[in-house]
């Protein structure tokens, strides 16, 4: 179902779009949490270790009593709103440009719409798309998650005007360049290792065994999220880095701060200061929620799109005309 098949011919690109926003609008509410913490890590100069006296979070366990008990319950939910916003609008985009590159591979190429190199590749495509739309959402959101208490920015609308007036425009396209550079592999080996999971489940289960289809949708896109997400999450870090450049004033109670002058010395400092370890921090988080979110994502999007093929289907309108 994800991606154009040309047998099938049942879910349009606007359909894609639809249940794409609905699967990112559902996911979000529920892995939230676990980007906050993935978040704070990432933004954490001191070693996550519970040896260093210096550093604010050790672990997840740690760092969400911590987090619960200074902030409340609600700080797990910080900068919902904008990422809100950016779950529906990437997953409305990146589904639309998937199934409209897809279809496009199968009317122009020789290749089939449904292999695994072309997902890796359209997959890529339809996530930078997706990344260039909403990126100033995602700049947002990163600010929302990473200040503490007291706040810098009260609401979102306060936030908007004084990012623009303060730093100007392009401070909403912070980490752009790494967040481009890291989606296209991210993404595209999502989709690729979904649709190679997919194909072995259907090898491997006999089929008087399909019938938990969602359930497999559920763990091909979890088992995908966990490959994409561990090799490339070192981009991923750069970009929350540069993210809240411009902002260091409302991380001074986390601990060290750092002003990077763009990718590559983000690149320098991160291995001169931290070793190569620093471009894993927040992974165990990270793997979490990507196995959660890509999982998600995967079912919701499957189920979404079943639900408008079976109300399109004729025993569905036979059925509500009698």
């Known amino acids: 179902m994800v991606g154009y098949d040309p047998e099938a011919k049942c879910v349009s690109t606007v359909e894609a779009a639809a249940a794409g926003s609905a699967s990112g609008l559902v996911t979000r509410v529920l892995i939230s949490p676990l980007d906050v913490l993935k978040i704070r890590f990432q933004l954490q100069i001191e070693q996550l270790s519970s040896r260093n006296p210096t550093a604010k979070y050790h672990g997840i366990l740690q760092a969400a009593q911590r987090i619960f008990q200074e902030e409340g319950l609600g700080a797990f939910w910080k900068g919902h709103v904008p990422a809100q916003f950016l779950s529906i609008g990437y997953g409305a985009v990146q589904f639309m440009a998937f199934q409209g590159l897809t279809e496009l591979v199968h ?30 959402v995602d700049t947002l959101r990163t600010r929302f998650a990473a200040q503490g208490e ?42 690729f290792f979904y649709n190679i999971l997919q194909q072995f489940s259907e090898w491997v289960i006999p089929a008087e065994g399909k019938n938990g289809g969602n359930i497999k949708n559920l763990v091909c896109g ?35 701060v750092r002003t990077y002058r763009g990718f590559l010395d983000c690149l320098r400092q991160i291995r001169r200061e931290e070793g190569p370890g620093g471009f894993f921090k927040g992974l ?22 079943s639900l408008l093929c079976a109300l399109k289907s004729p025993d569905s309108t036979g059925r509500k005309g009698g």
């Open 107 to 136: 009317n122009v190429t020789p290749y089939s719409a449904r292999g695994p190199l072309v997902h890796l590749v359209c997959g890529g495509l339809a996530a930078c798309t997706a990344t260039v739309a909403v990126q100033p």
């Open 150 to 191: 007291p706040k810098i920015y009260p609401n979102l609308r306060r936030a908007v005007v004084t990012m623009y007036q303060m730093e100007g425009p392009r401070t909403f396209y912070r980490g752009l360049t790494p967040t481009l550079i890291a989606i296209f592999p991210y993404a595209g080996l999502q989709f």
């Open 222 to 256: 979890s088992c995908a999220g966990i490959i994409s997400k561990t090799l490339t999450y070192p981009l991923d870090v750069v970009k929350k880095r540069l993210q809240v450049g411009g902002f260091e004033h409302a991380r001074a109670a986390f601990g060290q």
């Open 284 to 305: 165990s988080p990270s793997v979490l929620k990507a196995a959660f979110s890509t999982g998600l994502v995967f079912f919701w999007y499957e189920l979404f799109c």
